[in-house]
């Protein structure tokens, strides 16, 4: 057979084409027309039920505009149901522009300190070309929110409200992204002619020094205390007097985030069930807690995650931080994910028939995006109970779904998730004990690496 395109076989090609009446048919209608919109399966779109069996959210749902700051505003809705209750609020937001700043700072100095390590290798180097591929990303995983909560706590959205670049952070990601490349270029040269440890740290202090003012230009300067005082629902006013950041999530924050654990669901025969695992060069706080989670079946996720919403032993539940494919199979205006939503087979005449883990394999699916599970509906079953469909606060605004609530049926929770955090007591005794294993780690550009934005 030909290795060339040859026009023999595109005349070929477009006669086939031309002569099925169907295909007219659907090139008039995708050509006036989103190709989504072509293929959506109306019937089960119109058929997914938004009740659930058990909801916990009556508060509204935020916004990260044009940020890709989806893991932290997941991890900040999930903390502020408790802070909210505890101020006597129906509703309450910490700043999501304060962690943004130093998350930008740290990802600054634990990027030039990865530069630094790899200073050695050439230029081409897969794990350097990674590097410098993705020098300001906004995403980021689970263990990263925790590690900055840790060390520069929270503070409510009054004391750092929102600037243009945090809620469009395109075009400060690009200055930052020009900053350190150049860096980097300055920091591998030098340590070429023999620089030691010592002065590609000074060159990297003065590095971080321009970032701070570039970040201190575009979202304001983080403050280091403020002046707390609210008026909660029955109008009663209180005043809790001069706070830093460290001291208002201590008080405020009523989630014992420590005790949350990351699982995650990588089917690929070279990640067992039941280990740890970490990415090298992924994370944000230098020193800080380690990105690490534990590899667990899809079915074992997928109970943990239940029984968190549910509640167990008594307890009241609580929702559920996750991250998953966010663009596969769903309807951004009703606000719908199910895995057999869009028919591309029937309208491209093709057949896809890749697993999860195919799609891992060949680049095809990794977490992209990071919410949070507010309700499950569970039905019964000969095995006992099974959750059918999922309530999910997303944070992309009240105009779109059920006011920002999507609707996910547990076909694409399947096919789609790959992470969630829950408390630690929750798992069984024989997770609980793998956890405390040595990870395996993975190389920095493996798709489980991969930041919710």
């Known amino acids: 057979m030909d290795t060339e395109l040859t026009h023999d076989l595109t005349e070929r090609f477009t006669k086939e084409f031309d002569a099925e009446p169907r295909n007219r048919l659907l090139q008039n209608a995708i050509t006036l027309n989103e190709v989504d919109q072509v293929a959506l399966d109306h019937q089960l779109a119109r058929t997914i039920d938004r009740s659930m069996s058990h909801q916990l959210d009556d508060w509204s749902a935020t916004n990260q505009k044009q940020s890709g700051r989806c893991w932290m505003f997941a991890g900040l809705n999930l903390l502020r149901v408790g802070t909210a209750e505890r101020l006597g609020v129906k509703e309450f937001e910490f700043s999501q522009n304060y962690p943004l700043f130093w ?24 794990t350097v070309a990674h590097l410098l591929a993705m020098p300001a ?9 925790l590690a ?45 002619d023999g620089a030691d440890d010592e002065e590609l740290r000074e060159l990297k202090e003065d590095t971080l020094k321009v970032v701070h003012q570039m970040l201190c230009l575009h979202l304001g300067t983080p403050p280091t205390s403020f002046t707390w005082q609210w008026r909660d629902e029955k109008k009663d006013f209180h005043r809790d007097g001069e706070l830093t950041p460290l001291e208002f999530a201590e008080r405020y924050v009523t989630v014992p985030v420590e005790d949350y654990v990351c699982l995650v669901h990588d089917p ?40 968190s919403i549910v509640g167990r ?11 998953c494919d966010v663009g596969q199979m769903y309807d951004k205006e009703r606000g ?9 087979d029937a309208l ?106």
């Not at 719908?336 to 591309?344: G, I, P, V």
């Open 103 to 126: 998350d930008k700072l740290e990802k600054a100095n634990h990027w030039l300190e990865s530069i630094i390590d790899t200073a050695d290798r050439d230029v081409d180097d897969r």
């Open 137 to 145: 990303e906004d995403g980021g995983q689970w263990n990263m929110f």
């Open 148 to 192: 900055l909560i840790a060390k520069h706590g929270l503070v409510p959205k009054t004391a750092m409200p929102e600037t243009v670049s945090s809620s469009a952070t395109r075009q400060l990601n690009r200055d930052l992204s020009r900053v350190l490349r150049q860096a980097a270029r300055d920091v591998r040269a030098r340590a070429t």
């Open 268 to 307: 690929r025969e070279t990640s067992p069930y039941g280990r740890t695992f970490t990415v090298e060069h992924l994370g944000n706080v230098v020193d800080g807690p380690p990105v690490v989670y534990l590899n667990v079946e899809m079915d074992t996720l997928k109970r943990l995650a239940m029984e």
């Open 313 to 323: 032993d008594g307890q009241p539940g609580e929702p559920v931080w996750f991250g």
């Open 336 to 344: 719908l994910w199910d895995a057999s939503l869009f028919d591309y």
């Open 348 to 453: 491209y005449g093709a057949t896809s028939d890749m697993t999860k883990e195919d799609r891992l394999h060949h680049h095809a699916t990794a977490m992209t995006h990071a919410m949070l599970l507010t309700g499950v509906d569970v039905v019964e079953g000969p095995s006992g109970d099974t959750p059918n469909r999922w309530r999910v606060e997303n944070s992309w605004g009240t105009d779109k779904a059920d006011k920002g609530f999507w609707t996910m049926n547990d076909s694409w929770f399947g096919d789609y998730v790959f992470e969630i955090a829950v408390r630690r007591d929750a798992l069984p005794a024989d997770l609980r004990e793998a956890l405390d294993a040595p990870p395996v780690v993975l190389p920095a550009w493996d798709p489980m690496g991969a930041l919710a934005d």
